[in-house]
């Protein structure tokens, strides 16, 4: 398992998000600083079980979908989500440090739920089932994506 990539989820990414204006745009999109910070929480859910969404590719495009993500290659800038509305959704949280401890509670489960049952799988709608370390490259890849949209990693 990638040490770096958990110590990343963990620690790095909400300290950087820490350190954003909640209005702050990116160098691309439309989300705002905390709309990213919401996002990111829902991407958790996702991989933590608390949220469930059905596939929405083909298994053919799914398996193709799950071998870029076991690459190093980065998401493009405007990948399109399918799942995600043109416009970003309304803030859920009051503040910026609400929108935070979501997050930081968000990846505290999702670390909470493998530790309790390390042979778990959960189907992420795009890259299909997955288990711990694959949850891991793929969160790795989302927060790297928004913390290069926001100006850090260029």
Same mark, same amino acid.
């Given at each position: 398992?990638?040490?770096?990539?958990?110590?990343?989820?963990?620690?790095?990414?909400?300290?950087?998000?820490?350190?954003?204006?909640?209005?702050q745009k990116g160098k691309w999109g439309?989300?705002?600083?905390?709309?990213?910070v919401e996002h990111m929480s829902y991407?958790?859910?996702?991989?933590?079980?608390?949220?469930?969404?059905?596939? *929405? &590719?083909?298994?053919?495009?799914?398996?193709? /979908?799950?071998?870029?993500?076991?690459?190093?290659?980065? +998401?493009? @800038?405007?990948?399109?989500?399918?799942?995600?509305?043109?416009?970003?959704?309304?803030?859920?949280n009051r503040s910026m440090a609400e929108?935070?401890?979501?997050?930081?509670?968000?990846?505290?489960?999702?670390?909470? *739920? &493998?530790?309790?049952?390390?042979?778990?799988? /959960?189907?992420?709608?795009?890259?299909?089932?997955?288990? +711990?370390? @694959?949850?891991?490259?793929?969160?790795?890849?989302?927060?790297?994506?928004?913390?290069?949209?926001?100006?850090?990693?260029?």
């Amino acid at each position: 398992m990638n040490e770096q990539k958990i110590k990343f989820l963990k620690a790095d990414f909400p300290m950087f998000v820490s350190s954003l204006k909640p209005e702050q745009k990116g160098k691309w999109g439309k989300m705002n600083a905390q709309q990213m910070v919401e996002h990111m929480s829902y991407a958790f859910r996702l991989a933590n079980g608390k949220h469930v969404e059905k596939p *929405v &590719y083909s298994p053919e495009i799914t398996q193709k /979908m799950h071998q870029f993500m076991m690459t190093e290659k980065p +998401f493009r @800038e405007n990948t399109p989500n399918q799942l995600l509305s043109d416009e970003p959704y309304a803030l859920k949280n009051r503040s910026m440090a609400e929108a935070i401890a979501e997050l930081r509670s968000e990846i505290d489960h999702f670390f909470q *739920v &493998y530790a309790e049952r390390s042979e778990l799988r /959960m189907v992420n709608p795009f890259f299909g089932n997955l288990n +711990f370390e @694959e949850q891991v490259q793929l969160l790795h890849k989302h927060a790297a994506h928004h913390a290069k949209q926001f100006g850090w990693m260029d």
